[in-house]
Structure formats: C-alpha cells, structure tokens
C-alpha cells in the first residue's frame, strides 16, 4: 500500500505542476510551435480533465486499498496520450522532443500497474 500511495502521490503533482501552466500558455504554444491552437475548447477541455485526473490521483493516494477499482481507469488515463503521442511523433505530426512527456505518462501507468498488483483489495 505504501507503494501505491508514494506512486499515486508523485503522479498527481507532477501532472498538477505540468498541467496547471498550460492554462497560461495558449498564445506561447501558438507562437513557439506553429501553427495556432484553432480550437481553444479542445486545448482548455484537455487540460481540465487532465487536472480532474490528477485529483483522482490525490484521492487514490490517500486510501489505494479502497480507491484500488479507480488504478485501472487511470492506467487508460495515461495510455490514452501515450499512443497518440507515439503515433504523431512518427508520422511526423510532433516534436521528437514530446516523447519525453509520452515517456513520463508510459512509467507512470506502468507504476500505477505495478501498484494495482501490489495493493490487495478491499475486504468487505
């Protein structure tokens, strides 16, 4: 259980840290890596349920016995931007350098894998 809450804890704020800055850098995106962003609901309705995500994560560290159903959801969380991203970066569509935050997302659903294995579950 100590895994899964140092697992889940970790993941919540760096995803709060990574994310949060988004909501001040629509304009910089557009200029820094071409062309604009066209479709602002996308981009903010992105960043909003990345940050709802990362308060999953809070509360899943705070009991992973108890919220241990919630692990599996939030493994597809993370594997729903892994695949896109390796998909775009080879067709050519993103930086090879998004990888790296592709690599990040990979390692964590990974360890949330591993935590939902390690954590027994609940006892009614």
């Keep these: 259980m100590r895994f899964a809450k140092i697992v889940f804890w970790i993941a919540a704020i760096w995803g709060v ?7 001040f850098m629509f304009d910089l995106i557009g200029r820094n890596d071409p062309p ?15 940050l709802a995500w990362q308060i999953v994560f809070f509360v899943i560290a705070t009991d992973p016995v108890r919220y241990r159903p919630l692990m599996i959801p939030s493994v597809l969380e993370k594997v729903s931007y892994v695949a896109p991203v390796v ?4 067709q050519g569509r993103m930086h090879p350098s998004d990888v790296f935050f592709g690599l990040v997302d990979l390692l964590l659903g990974l360890l949330f894998l591993v935590a939902y294995f390690k954590t027994a579950p609940a006892t009614a």
């Excluded at 840290?17 to 909501?23: A, D, G, I, K, S």
């Excluded at 604009?36 to 990345?50: E, K, R």
């Excluded at 998909?87 to 080879?90: A, G, I, K, P």
Aim: net charge neutral.
């Design 17 to 23: 840290l990574v994310l949060t800055p988004l909501y």
């Design 87 to 90: 998909v775009l970066v080879l």
């Design 36 to 50: 604009p962003i066209t479709h602002p609901g996308f981009f903010y309705g992105f960043v909003g349920a990345g």
